[in-house]
């Protein structure tokens, strides 16, 4: 307190009945005390995204964001849908080779000391349609962190005992991710498999076990010089003033030649994904001994949504936190989505299900939403029929609180996730890469506010047209055919035909 305050306080407290305080309103100034004078933003121009073209045709994204750290990086339009004309896995083994040894840098210790003297980190990840390298540093260590960027992007050794080593270690990834108790990734790998049969979104995330060898220097060469040129990239960072971005734009990427020659963009593949529904299978996870993990069989039944360019994306992102789901042993607890459709139709109501889960992949040319569901090998024909079931329920009208709670909830979860500066970093980014913009949450907030049941109910129909994907893991025995999972999806209630036996 001030000693204006404490004046303020004594003068309300002389009172004629001689009591401690008058019977006054707290919303009445107090004499004595200034007025307050409270922070005001005048437009919001704070919050908008700022996007500088470079010569070359680079693109420089940034947002400001208070704080002593920033987050700098580079986003390459490139990916394992790119690998049409090459073995599958280039974008794997690129994701495990970055900032390795460059013509600046002798190894990778070499960088990780530099970024440390900042106190910042860095890491490479590949997507099936984007492949980023990102560092979190201290803002005054903006034109190393940038320089470090551009060295490790456009100037990699790519030396032979690290290549070596990167075989290595995509061959431990493979063998971890087919031992890993959960089988979600390489469901996913194989949902896409299915859904887009040997091409663009469809091709192997992982990099395949015959391709591993297959990988040289040449070949990434060959690769990099078709897909890592200046119009296919976005230089975005958050936490730093634009106009310094831009500079150390222009300082360290405006005319670098890259270490494999001029690039040559006319050999990009340009395919547009093409939706083909199917199955795909897999029964190497089936155990012959006893195991401490119960075995469980893992299906992924999913139909064509839509590209994250058009419209009906808000309404599928709405239909897929309605749909929700989850474990069945969550802790449960608020904004653990225990309302949501797959937990009160499914996994509350049928005990022996272990999982039941929604998910939504989308891309620039096309989407797929899927729900995973595992259970016992003895009860898989009544969990697939459990899950069309649910599809086909998609299509009736959502009920007003459902459909409120599962727009709260999305909207909640968005504006969480951008209150982290990496995840700012990464949606600046890709939207900027996708559509040389960006749409700011309070947009997409007001568009998911906006959408109805008849918006639901359209994008769902619209849906269910198109033919299944279908991923199986584990025991199969009592697995349906592609074709009734397919007629269960074309029927009006969802249920399988009927199978008669004469012996079971």
């Known amino acids: 307190f001030t000693t204006a305050t404490w004046f303020g306080i004594a003068a309300y407290r002389k009172c004629s009945s001689g009591s401690g305080y008058p019977n006054i309103s707290l919303s009445a100034p107090l004499p004595g005390i200034p007025k307050p004078v409270f922070a005001a933003v005048d437009s919001h121009e704070q919050c908008e995204t700022k996007i500088t073209t470079l010569e070359n045709g680079l693109k420089v994204a940034s947002q400001n964001k208070f704080g002593q750290f920033c987050t700098v990086g580079i986003l390459v339009n490139s990916g394992s849908r790119h690998e049409t004309k090459y073995p599958s896995g280039i974008a794997h083994f690129l994701e495990k080779l970055a900032f390795s ?16 003297k900042h106190g910042g980190i860095c890491d490479c990840q590949t997507s099936r349609d984007t492949t980023m390298y990102a560092v979190s540093a ?4 903006l034109d190393t962190v940038v320089s470090l960027l551009s060295d490790a992007v456009l100037q990699p050794r790519l030396l032979d005992e690290e290549i070596e080593m990167t075989r290595m270690a995509v061959r431990f990834e493979l063998e971890d991710l087919s031992m890993r108790p959960d ?12 859904a887009y049969r040997g091409n663009t979104v469809g091709l192997p995330r992982f990099c395949p076990v015959e391709s591993v060898e297959k990988i040289d220097k040449k070949l990434l060469h060959m690769y990099l010089q078709s897909y890592y040129c200046p119009e296919r990239m976005v230089l975005a960072g958050v936490g730093i003033e634009h106009e310094q971005l831009v500079a150390c734009a222009r300082k360290y990427l ?21 939706y083909t529904g199917g199955i795909v299978r897999d029964m190497s996870d089936v155990s012959l001994g006893p195991t401490p993990i119960p075995e469980l069989t893992h299906i992924m039944i999913g139909l064509e949504s839509c590209s994250f360019l058009e419209d009906d994306f808000i309404p599928f992102a709405v239909l897929n936190m309605m749909m929700g789901g989850g474990g069945s042993f969550s802790a449960g607890g608020p904004g653990k989505g225990m309302f949501t459709r797959l937990y009160l139709n499914v996994l509350n109501r049928h005990h022996w299900m272990y999982n039941a889960t929604s998910y939504h992949h989308s891309y620039e040319d096309t989407g797929l939403l899927c729900i995973h569901a595992s259970a016992d090998p003895r009860q898989v024909r009544e969990m697939v029929e459990i899950l069309t079931r649910e599809f086909i329920q ?25 209150e982290s500066r990496p995840v700012i ?38 849906m269910l047209c198109s033919k299944p994907a279908v991923a199986a893991l584990g025991d199969l025995t009592e697995m349906p055919s592609y074709e009734h999972i397919q007629a269960a999806l ?15």
């Open 101 to 116: 040894s460059t013509a600046q840098y002798g190894s990778k210790d070499e960088i990780l000391l530099t970024l440390e």
């Open 138 to 141: 201290e803002v005054k260590g």
């Open 183 to 194: 089988p979600e990734p390489l469901l996913t790998e194989m949902i896409h498999a299915a």
């Open 254 to 274: 405006l005319n670098v030649k890259p270490v494999w020659g001029a690039s040559t963009p006319t050999n990009v593949d340009l395919s547009v994904a093409q």
């Open 394 to 418: 998609m299509a009736g009208t959502a009920g007003e609180m459902e459909l409120e709670r599962a727009k709260t909830q999305l909207k909640s979860m968005l504006m969480m996730n951008l």
């Open 425 to 462: 970093f990464e949606d600046v980014g890709r939207q900027v890469l996708a559509t040389g913009k960006r749409k700011l949450p309070h947009e997409l907030c007001y568009l998911i506010s906006n959408v109805t049941a008849s918006d639901i109910k359209r994008v769902t129909t619209k």
């Open 490 to 504: 074309s029927s009006k209630d969802g249920h399988l035909p009927r199978m008669y036996r004469l012996f079971r």
